[in-house]
């Protein structure tokens, strides 16, 4: 038989995906799913009985949780990349470690074929394909929902024609939850004006009473919560546990797909929204103005261009090699209140801390220059505009 790997979710696209390659195209489908946060053990098992049920020969569950980290999620928080200042790349930042890790899959079992559920409308098959066309390119990609442009309703048919009774009614709102955040789909991301109302985000407000809280940060990695360290993937999941309950980290991210068409979808990201202006905060005391101005220009690059599935160009390692040389003196506190709807940065401190008072504080004394020293400064820096000035001021 054709040996296929399946990137496979358990949702009705690639559970149509599971039985009719089995069944109907005479592959042998090996599912796989990618966990780069959000799945329980419940879960897993949840999704393995029911590919082994529709066909699948075998079916295996990739931990990638570090892998995303150490890959991905780091560089995103070095770069404070917010998509559109806005989105924190929740899901479009996962696809392309699960798509790796997918076809390396395929590599590993021998595979001649791999599978996914996107259809031709999204991203995503952008970014499956293309990871899939540059590590694999003598693998060959098929996309049943894709190429034969298949309606719900079609799939559905299809599985209970075929004694798959599974219950398919198409959920309100569409969850996809990860390490770096949840995005929420729903009739109102559709529309441009209507906004998602509080039900349809996954956490409510359970906290009432404003909490202040301590974000510990060494060369860019958030390392402690409150003093108490651990791994940046446990602070991460402490910290949005904790945020959630104040309903923090909500909004709509409006965007460019990839295709070229505009899109909106709404997301809840408690956790990522405050690491990533928390160590923002923190890098305005403790970098150069040149370094944050660099930094904002290729974080936004970066994160463009990881949305955008180019994360295997090698541009990628050179902005990552830049980003963490950026973070060799980014370690310190951040203090952080937390409110519900919102939070605040108070303020922060570190060993690093360019605001220091033996040179002087800003609007109020000089220490480190007289007042001849500055108006002498102010004087050559004002030439430019005052060469410009004369030259042109008859010449309008």
Excluded at 271 to 287: D, G, Q, S, V
Excluded at 312 to 318: F, I
Aim: glycine share 8%; with cysteine.
């Amino acid at each position: 038989m054709k040996k296929l790997v399946l990137a496979y979710s358990g949702g009705l696209d690639t559970s149509y995906c599971a039985k009719y390659l089995s069944k109907e195209k005479g592959f042998e489908v090996h599912a796989v799913s990618v966990n780069t946060g959000g799945f329980s053990v419940k879960e897993i098992a949840k999704i393995k009985e029911k590919a082994l049920q529709l066909g699948a020969t075998t079916y295996t569950s990739i931990d990638a949780i570090q892998t995303f980290y150490d890959k991905v999620v780091k560089y995103l928080i070095f770069g404070n990349v917010l998509k559109n200042n806005t989105y924190p790349l929740s899901v479009s930042a996962e696809r392309i470690v699960q798509a790796i890790e997918i076809v390396n899959h395929a590599k590993k079992v021998g595979a001649g074929y791999i599978a996914h559920g996107s259809t031709g409308a999204g991203n995503d098959q952008v970014r499956f394909d293309m990871i899939f066309q540059i590590l694999a390119p003598e693998i060959e990609i098929i996309t049943p929902i894709r190429d034969m442009q298949l309606a719900r309703e079609v799939e559905i048919s299809y599985l209970k024609e075929n004694g798959v009774e599974y219950p398919w009614e198409k959920a309100k709102y569409s969850i996809n939850k990860g390490l770096w955040g949840t995005s929420v789909g729903g009739a109102e991301t559709l529309t441009s004006q209507k906004p998602l109302p509080d039900a349809a985000y996954p956490s409510q407000l359970q906290e009432q009473v404003s909490k202040d809280i301590t974000l510990t940060f060494e060369k860019g990695e958030l390392v402690a919560l409150d003093g108490k360290k651990d791994t940046p993937i446990n602070n991460i999941i402490i910290l949005d546990a904790l945020a959630s309950k104040y309903a923090i980290g909500r909004d709509i991210h409006v965007g460019d797909t990839i295709i070229g068409i505009k899109g909106r979808v709404g997301f809840e990201a408690a956790a990522p929204l405050i690491i990533i202006k928390a160590h923002h905060l923190l890098e305005k005391h403790t970098l150069s103005k040149w370094q944050q101005f660099q930094k904002e220009q290729l974080g936004n690059f970066y994160g463009m261009l990881l949305h955008e599935g180019n994360y295997l160009d090698e541009v990628m390692r050179n902005i990552e090699a830049f980003l963490s040389d950026t973070q060799k003196k980014v370690s310190g506190e951040v203090f952080i209140s937390l409110h519900p709807y919102r939070y605040m940065l108070n303020g922060i401190s570190s060993k690093h801390d360019l605001m220091n008072a033996s040179f002087g504080s800003y609007g109020e004394m000089n220490k480190g220059w007289t007042a001849e020293d500055a108006k002498g400064f102010i004087k050559i820096l004002s030439n430019s505009g005052k060469i410009y000035n004369h030259v042109n001021q008859h010449h309008d």
